[in-house]
């Protein structure tokens, strides 16, 4: 998909003519209709995937067809109507959030330019408020005593198959990064809305590949790489290699290993592409430095879950891979990597969907005696956390001016940031490993963040334009520092940002990179025994 | 057009109130019927809104995050924005409903040539907000004086401080100009903030209108329209309402059934409506629910234990020969398999 030149974009957002740059459009939202066209739309999912997974048990996805968003007939079952109005009926009954936050907005619009789509489209239905009201309207048509009654005059309309249209379009335009949630009075939450509209579009067949196939892979073979289990083993011990001869540190990790103390999950990407590469030789490194007894599994080998943009069974599906691999192993706890929406659900959803952990202990770390009470139900901690209460007992050996080469700043990822409050941990890391690291501008950072504009899954290339425009406030906070303070490192502890924010500096910002954390201290860390090359950029040092 | 439904709808009902109300007999209607139903509209509607909301359950712990966690002893949380107890997330409501505590944090963004985007302090709508919502509170409850007796000290006193600047006779309310300037706004912004404007429905416009349209009957009663507004009766029928025992006593004049009718539709509409964000504010699981999903497990009473992860079992069935060949330890060796198969 050919994105347009970075000129003509950086006029289009704020010559265009869009609600963000002051025009109103002149016909009411309602009457307006979604169109698909190349490049403003993510490809449906495969039909092969969808049967697949609706062949699991435990999960549901009908109606596995071809078709394409372009196409007018999207070959929806033909009670399509009855089942999403049943399937609303049944989450409002299941959902005390979906219920109250269908019936408490007041459309006071304090979220509408909270929303990076919003801020990098124009397009009025990204305002958070008109993205609930998408599903607000068919609520009130058909839940409520005033819509019955009064129908359009009270906001209310039929569910049709143009509104379905709209929903698939735009509950993919929204990274359910609850930016808005944070601004809003009474803290409705679009992550909500838009969890909800993606559940009922699964119930009719409408899906997008980019999702769905790295689910299933997740299901089959343990990570959305699709990565056999040797696949993964090599891929590690290809890093570990790539340590060996940069800095002559021979590194012991092991797969399935039972027995062993800790089990250590992370995104798969982490071992799969770049820059995720170096932060996983980060990990490598720091357990190695301190002699950590842990395990990596193949079995288990994903951190994120593609699941949470799906549904609330395929969530659990997936991350119960976790526990179950522990209990096998017969570890005391779990360490989970650098990963956003990975710890939305390891922090919110999986004690309730998979717990109790009671087979494992509350995570104590070995080498600090520290005990991390805040995971002491779910017993499993993050690696920031880890990491960061290793510096403070001074049990790192780290050396600065090994990052003299970084001038850094700090990404919160959306959901470590307002689904979990991980916000300081990797400040102490950096504040320890990285000199004069620089915060970007206040309403862009910690619970203001800004997504990376591809999370939840929108992280393909088709909608490659999209996703510069949603990136975009992201982008422009990060070249504020640039312009400031010559900052030529972004760093992060997400997997989906590392490959999202790749694509997005190139684009907006060339010249700034992307990194997770770890991969900074794994470039300070001082090795016993070491016989390190000169590393002028650290663990990307080309030897 | 839809800022205009709104009046036309309103001087409908202002017009049902005024002539109804003339007409010999209706006074008890107006007076006394239409008040204890929408009482009991009011009241019955308040209930099952919030039973029904409190039916469904809440699957997930699902707070909104905006401060850091409780964590490392070395790491300081933040209490109010992430609050890991009762305790806390109580103080966290109370700022946020009595407060307004995330409307505070309120920015407005620009896009500039570059592209460069500004976000500005934005604390407008927080301010006339307040204001709203503090007059229409002070204003209900100086009205409560109509339906005790003896008057309590507090309500004195709050009247007193209300009406301090002595201004007129009788002594101008501060509440009776503030509500009105705090709904000027709201509606006002409606109109002219373009974002609001598209969003805005009948549904916003028309409670405006409706309160407004309250407090300007209230305001002409008690300083200008008072003929016929003889505030023992007035008192004697509310009093009466509230005692069980509803009498209407000499001719009170139409305004003061105007503005009891405009009361009983506000009433009468207020569950049915957004105007329950009221009960809902306390309800959202984004801001009542402590940040401690992993110290201390939440439970889903919907949870299917039958939703089970793709087996270890499966998985190595599918991969044993390779996880073998890499020397990955599997449960089963491959002559084992081999053999049950």
Known sequence: MAVAKLEQLA???????????????????????????PGNYAYQAKQEKVEYLNSQKGLHFPN???????????????????????GLKERLEKFRSLKIFMDCCVRCGACADKCHFFLGTGDPKNMPVLRAELLRSVYRNDFTLGGKLLGKMAGAREMTVGVLKEWFMYSYQCTECRRCSVFCPYGIDTAEVTMMLRELLHLVGVGINWILEPASNSNRTGNHMGLQPHTFKDNVDFLADDIENLTGIKINHSFNRKGAEVLFITPSADVFAEPGLYTAMGYLLLFEHIGLDYTWSTYASEGGNFGLFTNNELMKKLNGKMYAEAKRLGVKHIIGGECGHMWRVIHQFMDTMNGPADFMEVPKSPITGTTFHNAASTKMIHISEFTADLIRHGKLNLDKSRNAHVKATFHDSCNTARAMGLLDEPRYILDHVADGWVEMPENTIREQTFCCGSGTGLNTDEIMELRMRSGLPRANAVKHVIDKHAVNMLSCVCAIDRATLTSLMNYWNPGCNVCGVSELVGNALVMEGENRQELTEGLRTLV | MKYAFSFLAVIALILIAGLGSQIPGMQYLFGVVLPYLAIMLFVGGFVYRIMDWAKSPVPFSIPTTCGQGASLDFIKQDKLESPANTTEVAARMFLEIFFFRSLFRNTKSEIHDGPKITYESSKWLWLFALIFHYSFLVVVLRHMRFFLEPVPFVLSALEGVD??????????????????????FLYGRRLITRHVKYISLNN???PLVLIFSIAVTGILMRYLLRTDIDIITIKNLAYGLVTFSPVIGAKIGAIFYIHLFLVCVLLAYFPFSKLMHMGGVFMSPTRNMANNSRSKRHINPWNDPEIKPHSYAGYEDEFREFMVDAGIPVEKELAAAEDKA
């Open chain 2, 204 to 206: 916003d416009y028309f």
């Open chain 1, 64 to 86: 596995a067809r071809e078709w394409s968003p372009e196409d007018d007939d999207w070959k929806l079952p033909e009670n399509w109507k009855e089942i999403i109005l049943k």
């Open chain 1, 11 to 37: 006029k289009s957002v704020v010559q265009g003519p869009t609600m963000a740059t002051g025009a109103v459009p002149n016909k009411d939202w309602m009457d307006v209709s979604a169109i698909f066209k």
């Open chain 2, 163 to 184: 009406s301090m600047l002595q201004i007129g006779q009788p002594a101008m309310y501060l509440t009776d100009a503030f509500l009105l300037l705090g709904l000027l």
